[in-house]
């Protein structure tokens, strides 16, 4: 059997390696998928997708309020389909939970404060007992 030996000069040693990485680089280049380039033309995009499809959101994010009941639109947006594509501003209201709980203890307590608004006016009992008795009390 003959043994292989390495190539005793550099010149041919490094050619070799200059080939090698030739070859490696025109398959590349030969092999690389090719861009498809097209010129940009205005029009109308369809929007529309045939046929039946699963629409799955790329995150969940879980929201709970304070207090349940049912979600009520903002006046603007109470249209329904009406309102798609209209345009929100930062800090714009877009939905109130309609709580029946919550708004029947505010009633209630807005009576409270006004009833205690009224007996705050009035002059205390103990005042009209006491002019009756003064009244009295110059009389005799």
Do not use: C
Request: no cysteine; aromatic share 6%.
């Amino acid at each position: 059997m003959s043994e292989l030996k390495l190539p005793e000069s550099k010149r041919v040693l490094w050619g070799g390696g200059a080939a090698l990485v030739l070859l490696f680089a025109l398959a590349y280049y030969f092999l690389m998928p090719v861009a498809e380039v097209v010129t940009v033309r205005r029009g109308t995009a369809i929007s529309a997708v045939y046929g039946t499809v699963r629409i799955e959101p790329a995150f969940v994010v879980r929201i709970r309020a304070q207090n349940d009941g049912f979600i009520q639109l903002a006046e603007p947006f109470s249209a329904g389909r009406g309102a798609v594509g209209k345009s929100v501003e930062k800090g714009q209201l877009l939905a109130t939970i309609a709580d029946e709980q919550t708004a029947r203890e505010l009633k209630q307590a807005r009576a409270d404060l006004q009833a205690a608004v009224d007996r705050a006016a009035l002059p205390p009992a103990s005042s009209e007992l006491l002019k009756a008795a003064e009244d009295n009390l110059q009389r005799l």
